[in-house]
Each structure stands twice: as structure tokens, then as C-alpha cells.
Nanobody, 120 residues
Framework: VQLQASGGGLVQAGGSLRLSCSAS????????MGWYRQAPGKERELLAS???????MYGDSVGGRFTISRDIAKNTVHLQMNSLEPEDTAVYYC???????????????WGQGTQVTVSS
């Protein structure tokens, strides 16, 4: 499974960004997809995840500002981020849990990360 993230960049505080992640899944079935971020000197944290049935889960730091969505047919997940704050500055990573056809174990895959910088 290969994940390609896009949409990061520089934005002023209060602004918005939309991250996208496309998955190449030949031979695999994707279960949940999600977004994480990692700021310098901090641990990677979960922002949001969405399962194959559309149920979502959000991390505590999101505070209702982020919305995750998924296009299952296109194996794409998006993260709409509003009211961005300087504290949101980090590298954002796309994640997917996938099973190889015929297998039951789920393996985590990660995208390359996209930088989000929020200026004050």
C-alpha cells in the first residue's frame, strides 16, 4: 500500500487547509484511514480516523476544527482543517490499516508526511 499526501503549506492563523491522501491498494483492502501529526520534540498524535463504514473518531487536540472524509471508491481521505493556530504547525501523516487479500491481519501503512505551518 502506498499513500501519497498533499495539501500542506503555509497559512496564517485563523486560516484553513485541506489535506488529501490517495492510496494505491492493489491486492489489499483498506479498513480505516486517518491523519496524524508530529511537531518537533513531540510524539506523533492521532487527529482523526474514518473506518470503511464511515464512522469517525477525532483526537482531543482537534476541538471540532477538523473534519475527516473519505472517498472509498477512490481510496482517498481528506482532512479539512479550519481555524488553524500556530500550535497546529507540524508534519501531517496519512495512515491506512490494510489487509492483504485472503489475510486477516491488518497492517499499518504511512504516507511520507506533508508540512503544515501556521504563522501568527
Amino acid at each position: 500500500v502506498q499513500l501519497q499526501a498533499s495539501g500542506g503549506g503555509l497559512v496564517q492563523a485563523g486560516g484553513s487547509l485541506r489535506l488529501s491522501c490517495s492510496a494505491s491498494t492493489s491486492g489489499f483492502t483498506i479498513n480505516a484511514m486517518g491523519w496524524y501529526r508530529q511537531a518537533p520534540g513531540k510524539e506523533r498524535e492521532l487527529l482523526a480516523s474514518i473506518s470503511s463504514d464511515g464512522s469517525t473518531m477525532y483526537g482531543d487536540s482537534v476541538g471540532g476544527r477538523f473534519t475527516i472524509s473519505r472517498d472509498i471508491a477512490k481510496n482517498t481521505v481528506h482532512l479539512q482543517m479550519n481555524s488553524l493556530e500556530p500550535e497546529d504547525t507540524a508534519v501531517y501523516y496519512c495512515n491506512a490499516g490494510a489487509r492483504r487479500w485472503g489475510r486477516s491481519n491488518v497492517i499499518d501503512y504511512w504516507g511520507q508526511g506533508t508540512q503544515v505551518t501556521v504563522s501568527s
